[in-house]
């Protein structure tokens, strides 16, 4: 089992940064994959960015690729996401979810079985 806690959420211009981060307890953190999605109002969550335990594979949505960079620290037990030029379209709650087997990187949220509570961010155009 293992508790995800996101923070670093805010409120930002358009063509802003933010850091977000993402600290976990319980089970070894390097036994999990970590996988970062978001959701709009009323839309659906969707994929954002994947890291795999050694943090050396990355995966990216195609709307933040160049934009946003995960990386993790597995001594601190956190992952993190860099955004970078957000975009008004960026604006959505973030969560950060895990799923055992530290190598396999997933797009799908329900190949995830652990999530945080999420952090809002806004991006004002």
């Known amino acids: 089992q293992v508790q995800l806690v996101e923070s670093g959420g805010g409120l930002v211009q358009a063509g802003g940064s933010l850091r977000l981060s993402c600290i976990s307890s319980?089970?070894?953190?390097?036994?999990?994959?970590m996988g970062w999605f978001r959701q709009a109002p009323g839309k659906e969550r969707e994929f954002v960015a994947a890291?795999?335990?050694?943090?050396?594979?990355?995966l990216y949505a195609d709307s933040v690729k160049g934009r946003f960079s995960t990386s993790r620290d597995n001594d601190k037990n956190t992952v993190y996401l860099q955004m970078s030029r957000l975009k008004p379209e960026d604006t959505a709650v973030y969560y950060c979810?895990?799923?055992?087997?530290?190598?396999?990187?997933?797009?799908?949220?329900?190949?995830?079985?652990?999530w945080g509570q999420g952090t809002q961010v806004t991006a004002s155009s």
């Open positions: 979810a895990a799923r055992l087997g530290g190598g396999d990187l997933a797009i799908t949220s329900s190949d995830y079985p652990y």
């Open positions: 319980g089970r070894s953190f390097s036994d999990y994959a």
């Open positions: 890291i795999s335990w050694s943090g050396y594979r990355t």
